[in-house]
């Protein structure tokens, strides 16, 4: 991932996304959790491809005629270098 790439997404993150610490099981610490939402899947296809991790989900819509499908893209245990 280049240096364009990377300011590229940290601007997605701090727009649409958010950083948290999460415990993913009771005995663990809690560990890094980027997750951001979107209703342009192929931006998280990006995403996914150039971080090379991730899972993309889509939400559900329970209103059709007024909103945009909704997709979440999330990344979890991130190891800090």
Same mark, same amino acid.
Not at 54 to 77: L, V
């Given at each position: 991932?280049n240096?364009?790439?990377?300011?590229?997404?940290?601007?997605?993150v701090?727009? !649409?996304g958010? *950083?948290?610490?999460?415990?993913f099981?009771?005995?663990e610490h809690?560990?890094p959790?980027?997750s951001?939402?979107?209703?342009t899947?192929?931006?998280?296809?990006?995403?996914?491809?150039?971080?090379?991790?991730g899972?993309?989900?889509?939400?559900?819509n329970y209103?059709? !005629?007024?909103?945009?499908?909704?997709y979440?893209?999330? *990344?979890?245990f *991130?190891?800090?270098?």
């Amino acid at each position: 991932m280049n240096q364009i790439e990377k300011a590229y997404i940290a601007g997605i993150v701090d727009g !649409e996304g958010s *950083i948290m610490l999460q415990k993913f099981h009771s005995n663990e610490h809690p560990s890094p959790c980027v997750s951001i939402a979107s209703t342009t899947l192929e931006l998280f296809q990006w995403i996914k491809s150039t971080v090379g991790n991730g899972r993309i989900t889509k939400k559900k819509n329970y209103n059709n !005629e007024k909103h945009k499908d909704c997709y979440s893209y999330k *990344i979890n245990f *991130i190891k800090i270098k």
